[in-house]
């Protein structure tokens, strides 16, 4: 009986594989990683994975690239992280994205502002959309918007996000298209995009502001109609024949960008070498195909000039939160 | 009509995927046994490997839905042998589970719950197999004024389990209620009792919770009576090792109900094994526990939450499948797995790729089946965990949880929380408190404010909407029932049998 006596130490057996498991984390200094700022599985684990895989399957890093899991408020935990002990670490790039400027220009990521971290590009993007049920009165954007603007407590948006999350940025910024306060808007927060999906399916919200990339289903069976997309362009594939807001005449566009930022003591040499890295991997056949795997758009800004985008974008966005009231 | 599954009977049957299957199950086991590793994270961490290794979408996904299943088994293990859940779905199975095992009952209850599971599995599957698409349009009529009033039946249900002392029940699930209010606001994304500190913007953390509150409580525990002379050792003898076929059948009404409700709430977006093993146990306790044996060591006790959450794992793929709606986190990861393969879940899932629909549904009826062969005979194997001495086991837990919470959240924070909820729970242990309120409270009541609060926003204010449909109006009235019949019922019945005489 060796085998049964073995598998009487099993808590001691799975304790050294769980410590060695959660061991490797720590092990491999000299490697480059990626910490997404959530748990695994998410959005911010894709966006470390679309790197991670990148460079090793184009050869650009030698040794695996590591994805770490720092979840805890919002993304906040890592950007303070980042912030305060690994300031100028030259191997560490952190996985961000439309959302972790919206928390910024919320001032939910503490005493820290946008200026703090050394932004390095975006390798993808995704598009809002605004989703109505198939069988909704409304055939394309103006016919929602004429009737939001003449009884806007009767048509519910609802989306994966609080009041003040990049969700309800989308829907807020259709109803200013409209002229519609946004403060006016009924609006329900629901756990996630499938959740969201559930209640427009069945008639509790009337207008999801979803992402593009986690309707392709509901697009295929016919359940739901794009009333929009809000990308500066209209898009190819599956979606070549859903307008944008902008040519319907409303001015709304949401990318939600997929990028990294670093250190803000990261030296200017490390930093530029990153640049290149991710500039290089965008220019590659094999990257199309793993981000079109994963659900993105090309998107590619890199350097000062993705710096300058994101802090266009959380300056923009903290006016609008101060329009309607959401920071104090 | 089956065309699909038969099909993916072929698929699921080569040698690879066979072998993927039981790969799974036995990885999924242990992810569900090891308290901090969840389903979720199983497959977050094999469906990287699954892609890279280059897998066909189908045998990727029947991997990855063995490591579902095989966490639900793995789950009630450490519940009944340490009275430590080892995953969310697995928090009710401690209530039975744990002192069975104390009486010296270990195998059997081992042995009974991998049946109660199999059981609740095969239901689901038979339903998912047979009604999926059907069911996935009742569910989404759920919506938040529906989901509000589930809850409240929940609760109502709860109120079953006063017991003794219905203030302290009362005043644990309002403690639980309390801690899942902490973090961002889901409404209005304010900060809620986060002190100004990030690592609470999240809330607490499920793993957090239950690690803290009942591993954490349970060592400080065992070290208080480690220092008594007098201590007895707390553990029986290891009797007989087999569950009997008796036993099993005065089990099968609180099985095949309880499967039936696990299935349900699976199926429902937004729910999942918690609630699931909640309402099947706080039910049955209702209709057969006549002698007031629950939470003693009652075999139906265990049996119920076990075969629930098997269902509801099962039941969750449902709008998975059909909607491309997940049901649960797991299956929202799962979802993720598909889109990899350019695979879009949904009615088109079982024209246009019936050997990956088909080959998943295969899978799970080969998956549950090898889960039973595996857990049956090592039910005694497993058993002897408990003929460990203390001064092993203790430090064995103790590593065991703070590697669970570290690794999830890389933060020390993280580890202060479950040290803090644990010695809280400790002292409520102390004092006589039960546990099961607090836990469920806490999954309760974050799910039942969020539905309220979502379906006010949706009517604008107006308390209306929270009995406008047919179905919200059941569950009201079903919770009404069963706050006053109790006490109506004996009444009544006392009135006629005056009458009569």
Redesign the interface.
Known sequence: MKFNKALCYWPALLALGGTLLAGTAQAQSGATECIAPAKPGGGYDLTCRLAANGLQETDLIDKPMMVSYMPGGIGAVAYNHVNGVRKDDPNLIVAASTGAAVNLALGKFGQYDADEVRWLGALGADYGAIVVKADAPWQNLEELMTDLQTDPGEIVFGAGGTVGSQDWMKAALTAKAADISPRDLRYVAFEGGGESLAALLGNHIQVFTGDLSELSSQLESGKVRVLAALSEERLEGPYADIPTAAEQGYDVQWPIWRGYYMGPEVSDEAYQAWVDKLKTLSEKEKFAELREARGLFPMARFGDDFDGYVKDQVAQFKQLAEEVGLTQ | MFDFLIQGFGVALSPLNLGLAFLGALLGT?FG??PG?GP??G???L??LAY?LGLPAESALILLAGVYTGAEYGGRMSSILLNVPGDAGAVMTTLDGHPLAKKGLAGPALGLSAVSSFVGATIAILGLTLFAPLLAEV???????EFFALMVFAFASMSVMMGKDPIKTAIGAVLGVMVAMVG??????V?RYTF?M?????GI?FVVMIIGLFAISEILLMLEHANRSDADEGMPPLGRVMVSVKELLFCKWAMLRSALIGFIVGVL??TGASVAGAVAYTTEKRLSDKGNTFGTGDMRGLAAPEAANNAAAAGSFV?MLT????GSGTT??L??AL????I?????MFTERPEVAGGLIASLYIGNIVLLALNLPLAG??A??L??PRW??VP??A??AF??V??????L??IYLMLIIGIVGYLLRKLGFSLAPVILGYVLGGLME?NLR?AL??S?GDLGILWQSGISLGLWIAAALLLTLPWLLPKLLSGKATDKA
């Open positions: 242990l046994a090891l590793i979720i994270n497959i977050a961490i469906m990287p890279t569910a989404v009529m759920f919506g938040p004024a961002v606001d889901s409404g209005t994304g900060l100004g990030a690592e609470l913007y999240d953390d977006p937004g709008p909607l491309g709606i997940p929202a990861v979802l993720g889109m990899l393969y350019n879009t879940p949904g009615p088109m194997v497993f002897r965990v003929t460990i092993v086991l064995g837990i590593i065991l590697v669970g570290y690794q999830l959240h890389s933060d924070t993280a969020d979502r926003s949706i604008g």
